[in-house]
């Protein structure tokens, strides 16, 4: 049987985060690309879309719906933190935060919460870690997650006229 419109749009409302979040994770993790502030702030609402739109799957279709609405909206504010982020990398305009990495753990004597400071990464928000074809990481999340999210409203708007 065909999947519908709003088939593919919750699919895509779950596994594009999905996989956003597995090559962010990935590229931290074992590519050694440490994110910014800015690139956490870009995480967060791809976190809440694979929620929603992973909830989603349990619930009847009217609830279903606006889950899936709802998830776009968010994969859309994380593609519009990604265009701040390069414009920010791009000096296209000054960013709001000092993107300096946070230090985990407390306590311990001086000496354990120097070494702590001293082997944390200190990574600026306005220098891209890494391009291709002059975009950057948050440059192609911008890319990804508004095209993304216009792509499942517009199947939703589609499935919706049929």
Do not use: K
């Not at 594009?16 to 931290?28: E, F, I, K």
């Not at 265009?83 to 985990?104: D, L, M, P, R």
């Amino acid at each position: 049987m065909a999947r519908t419109r709003f088939q593919l749009a919750h699919e895509l409302a779950f596994f594009l985060p999905v996989a956003l979040m597995a090559g962010a994770l990935l590229s931290q993790y074992w590519g050694g690309l440490f994110p910014c502030e800015m690139c956490h702030w870009q995480r967060w609402p791809h976190y809440t879309a694979i929620a929603l739109a992973g909830f989603g799957f349990l619930v009847p279709p009217p609830a279903r719906r606006l889950l899936v609405v709802l998830a776009a909206l968010a994969i859309a504010a994380s593609g519009a933190i990604g265009v701040f982020h390069a414009g920010v990398e791009y000096h296209w305009w000054n960013g709001i935060t000092a993107c300096a990495s946070n230090i985990t753990g407390s306590g311990g004597t001086p000496q354990d919460m120097l070494a702590r400071i001293m082997g944390a990464p200190l990574i600026r928000c306005d220098v891209a870690q890494w391009s291709l074809f002059g975009i950057s990481l948050a440059g192609f999340n911008a890319l990804f997650s508004l095209g993304g999210a216009a792509t499942i409203l517009w199947l939703m708007v589609q499935d919706r006229r049929r």
